[in-house]
């Protein structure tokens, strides 16, 4: 089974769903995936444009009766990955997600932010350096997340 993609728009595109399988590779997206490089007729993200309406900061994010609310995913890689994109520094946050990918079936959406991965903090992280964590760690995953409440 292929790399499958998606075409956002002619001036936006996104790669939703290239994979996640044994060897390690991680392309300038920050997509979290395992697997072989891309195909010159995949999709890349050239130099996407953030998801999310505003800047928010950490301290935003953990103030007592703030407008989001936690949630926790445990999200167990397939043979092609996790199925999400983080972006973002000091928080990430969620890019992208693969509607058919392990992420998606266990409702990680766009534009949550990402607070711990494994029982790590990663509010103050950047998108590199919080997917290595990812890549590097088990094949399954426990990510807290922050999201606003009304979503």
């Known amino acids: 089974m292929g790399p499958r993609t998606a075409v956002a728009s002619s001036k936006e595109r996104k ?6 399988d044994n060897t390690l590779n991680r ?7 395992r697997g072989p ?11 996407p444009k953030s998801v999310l309406k ?3 900061s950490p301290e935003e994010l953990q103030r007592p009766g703030g407008p989001y609310i936690k949630r926790t995913f445990t999200i167990v890689g397939d043979a ?3 199925g999400f994109v983080i972006r973002g520094s000091r928080p990430c946050h969620i890019q992208a997600v693969d509607p058919s990918g392990p992420a998606a079936a266990v409702g990680v959406k766009v534009c949550q932010f990402v ?3 494994n029982g790590l903090d990663v509010l103050s992280l950047d ?3 919080v997917s290595n964590l990812i890549l590097t760690g088990p094949r399954t ?3 807290e997340v922050m999201e606003e409440a009304d979503c």
């Open 15 to 20: 790669m939703l769903s290239v994979g996640h």
């Open 54 to 56: 505003r800047p928010v």
């Open 141 to 143: 995953v426990v990510m």
């Open 127 to 129: 998108y590199k350096t």
């Open 37 to 47: 490089t891309l195909s010159p007729t995949s999709t890349v993200l050239s130099n």
């Open 27 to 33: 392309g300038k997206s920050g997509y979290c995936k």
């Open 80 to 82: 092609v990955g996790w």
């Open 115 to 117: 607070v711990t991965v």
